[in-house]
């Protein structure tokens, strides 16, 4: 079972899970299968999405074109040729030389294209993640999930993609940090990071040239590592002023690296992530997005198979919404339930 938005589903997908309306009455039941009638009701009453069955999952290529859900294998390819073309042109702006509208904006516009809330890109990302070429895949991840956060704030197709460029351009400063500082595996001196910090600011500088680059994209690839009580940088600004995109970028560019490998730190789970981000809500990261981004991650990890600190292996099965980064695992015939046993925590996305 998985959330899936009611503008992708499709006559004759069954539903999930019991649909309640905002009053708490019955709508439908589990199983139902949808019709137009069906769908015409989700619009009068303002219903964005829905639970729908797990078998779609394992029915074949052509019920899941059908139903508008692209397979996993297809996510994987895309986003591996996607990482390949960031590598590409990452490489020529090293080079010095400038980036052509067409093959960025191809990667945005292909990324856009699998924004399916229901089908599992946490957990796709999650586990394409790796150590090896982390600055070409956050550069992917961090795109995908301003996309995602996007739509979930209700913006606007063109806002939507303009959040995937600021993602996809937000670290390019970094092609021009000395590589002895970028591919360290520890941990930074004091002058070295200082040096590291330069990125935000190189990277403004390099886009800021390309005359397809608007200037709030410009602006946000400058102000993704602000932070709200002006203890961010490269100005220590405390706040991002009009600009809509930056807070949305800083919130997802700390989400995919703390769940990333990298050299010198151990990634950690979607949900241990989450809560830093609700941690940081409080006066450094803008509460609105995180809010949002933190009551996502239960939903869209249902169904997950996790590894949990005792070394055990389980699948998700129930998400508290006032909780919802402590759900509860199901393990061979036991239950876990994370927001009582507090010394258990989840470690990583498995499937």
């Known amino acids: ?73 297809a996510f994987e390819k895309i986003y591996l040729e996607s990482t ?10 090293k080079l010095g030389q400038p980036l052509e509208a067409a093959e960025v904006l191809e990667i945005v516009d292909t990324l856009f294209t699998q924004l399916f809330d229901g089908f599992n890109i946490f957990k796709n990302i999650s586990i ?48 021009f940090i000395d590589d002895k500082i970028l591919n360290k595996d520890d941990a930074l001196t004091n002058e070295e990071y200082q040096e590291m910090k330069k990125h935000a600011f ?36 405390k706040d991002y002023g009009n600009n809509i995109f930056a807070p949305v970028l800083a919130v997802c560019d700390v989400y995919d690296a703390v769940t990333s490998e990298r050299v010198y730190s151990n990634k950690r789970s979607p949900f241990a992530a989450a809560d830093i981000l609700w941690e940081e809500s409080f006066g450094r990261l803008d509460p609105v997005v995180t809010s949002i981004f933190f009551n996502k991650i239960g939903d869209l990890l249902l169904g997950s198979t996790v590894k949990l600190s005792n070394g055990e292996i389980g699948k998700v099965v129930f998400t508290d919404a006032f909780r919802p980064t402590r759900p509860l695992i199901k393990v061979g015939n036991l239950f876990y339930n994370l927001g009582k046993e507090r010394e258990i925590h989840i470690m990583e996305i498995i499937s």
């Open 1 to 73: 079972m998985f959330k899936l938005n009611v503008s992708d589903l499709n006559i004759g997908t069954r539903l999930g899970k019991d649909l309640f309306s905002a009053d708490g009455s019955l709508l439908l039941k589990e199983t139902t299968i949808i019709n137009k009638d069906h769908l015409d009701r989700f619009k009068k009453r303002g219903i964005d999405e829905v639970y729908i069955a797990e078998e779609i999952v394992n029915a074949p290529q052509e019920k899941k074109e059908a139903a508008h859900i692209p397979n996993e294998k």
């Open 84 to 93: 390949h073309s960031v590598k590409e042109f990452l490489t020529k702006a």
């Open 128 to 175: 394409l993640k790796e150590k090896d070429d982390y600055l070409f895949k956050h550069s992917i991840n961090v795109a995908i999930l301003c996309m995602l956060s996007g739509r979930w704030m209700n913006m606007n197709e063109h806002n939507v993609k303009q959040l995937g460029l600021a993602g996809v351009l937000h670290d390019i400063g970094k092609v």
């Open 202 to 237: 190189l990277g403004y500088n390099y886009v800021n040239k390309l005359d397809w680059v608007n200037n709030p994209i410009a602006e946000a690839v400058l102000l993704h590592h602000e932070r709200m009580d002006g203890r961010g940088y490269p100005n220590g600004v």
